[in-house]
Structures are given as C-alpha cells and as structure tokens.
C-alpha cells in the first residue's frame, strides 16, 4: 500500500470530487452505428425501458436527450435534440 499511496491518494480525491457532483443530474453520451445497442445499454443502465429498442433500423432519427423532469437542458433543447422526460 505505501508503494501506491499517490495513486491511492488520487484516487480518493477524484472519488470525493464524484461524491461533490453526485446532486446534480450526470450526462452521459452513447454514440454508435445503427443497431450497435445503445438503446439497450441505457435501459440496462436505467434499469427501466426509457429508450425504445427497434427491430427496424433506425429506431432514432435525431438526438434523444432521457432526463429527469427537474434536470436543466434547456441549451441542449435549443439544439433541437428531443427530450424525453
């Protein structure tokens, strides 16, 4: 454990700037080919079906923003991606 110390240090202060940011929503970004599975990956994520999984391709026809009805997108909504809340 001494041998590592610094990097154990690191990591714990990169763990409490996560825990800082925990109250507020986390944006993550899924990029891929058509029927690659990212709408099945952010349901396994969720834990709940939020995005539609198509059997036909594509399912998606223009960036889909999944967020909590409290979150604030509004720059993102002006970009003229969809929001589903």
């Known amino acids: 454990v001494r041998e590592r110390a610094e990097w154990i240090d690191e990591l714990v202060e990169d763990l409490d700037r996560q825990f800082d940011r925990s109250s507020s929503a986390i944006v993550v970004t899924l990029v ?5 599975g990212k709408s099945t990956l952010l349901n396994a994520i ?20 999944y967020a909590p009805v409290d979150a604030a997108i509004e720059p993102l909504r002006l970009a003229g991606a969809q929001v589903e809340t």
């Open 46 to 65: 969720a834990g709940a079906d939020i995005a539609r999984e198509g059997v036909d391709r594509p399912t998606t026809s223009r960036p889909t923003i």
């Open 32 to 36: 891929g080919a058509t029927g690659a």
